[in-house]
């Protein structure tokens, strides 16, 4: 029998003692004598490993900046401390000491509270005014001048992409296209 997490009962919510496991993932609860399947995270039963730091034998050697009896095996990312093994932790590939961890901890992250949608924005002034032709003789510039702006501008993490952009463009630039065989048209008659 195995030890594992002590969980609760499925059936009756009672906590489960460790020896009601049968093995990795069948239990049994001896008060309702439910038995049950369990899948569980990795971590939930992995055994922690501990870290032992190497003590300093040469007085030549670097020392940790928290525990002078301990050698050096790491610089931290972002002060440039020397860390044994018990302070360096691993983050990103990286090495930090605890104190940058608890800065990097309390310090805000400033959200972005909204983002402007260009692509949006350039589609309801290239289609919208569709319906009443005249119109689309300023919104069109308008329209691809924001398919222009919005291009390299940061996108919804929700929205398809430049995708919007790509048909609001071709749509005005259609639309000026045949405004300007409007014009021309006009130009040729009235000579």
Request: aromatic share 10%; with cysteine.
């Amino acid at each position: 029998m195995t030890s594992g997490p002590a969980l609760p009962c499925p059936a009756c919510r009672r906590v489960l003692e460790p020896l009601s496991w049968h093995g990795e993932a069948v239990g049994n609860c001896r008060r309702c004598d439910t038995d049950f399947e369990f899948v569980g995270f990795p971590a939930l039963t992995a055994t922690r490993v501990r870290v032992a730091p190497k003590a300093v034998l040469a007085a030549e050697h670097a020392t940790c900046f928290f525990h002078a009896e301990n050698q050096a095996e790491a610089v931290c990312s972002s002060c440039g401390r020397f860390l044994c093994g018990v302070c360096a932790l691993d983050f990103n590939q990286q090495k930090f000491c605890p104190g940058c961890i608890a800065s990097a901890n309390n310090t805000p992250v400033a959200a972005v509270p909204q983002r402007t949608l260009y692509g949006g924005i350039a589609l309801v002034l290239a289609v919208v005014p569709l319906l009443i032709l005249p119109f689309t003789i300023a919104t069109a510039p308008i329209a691809l001048g924001f398919v222009i702006y919005g291009w390299r501008k940061p996108g919804s993490l929700v929205a398809t992409g430049r995708s919007r952009l790509i048909v609001a463009g071709v749509i005005a630039a259609l639309e000026i296209i045949g405004w300007l065989f409007v014009l021309f048209a006009w130009l040729n008659k009235n000579r």
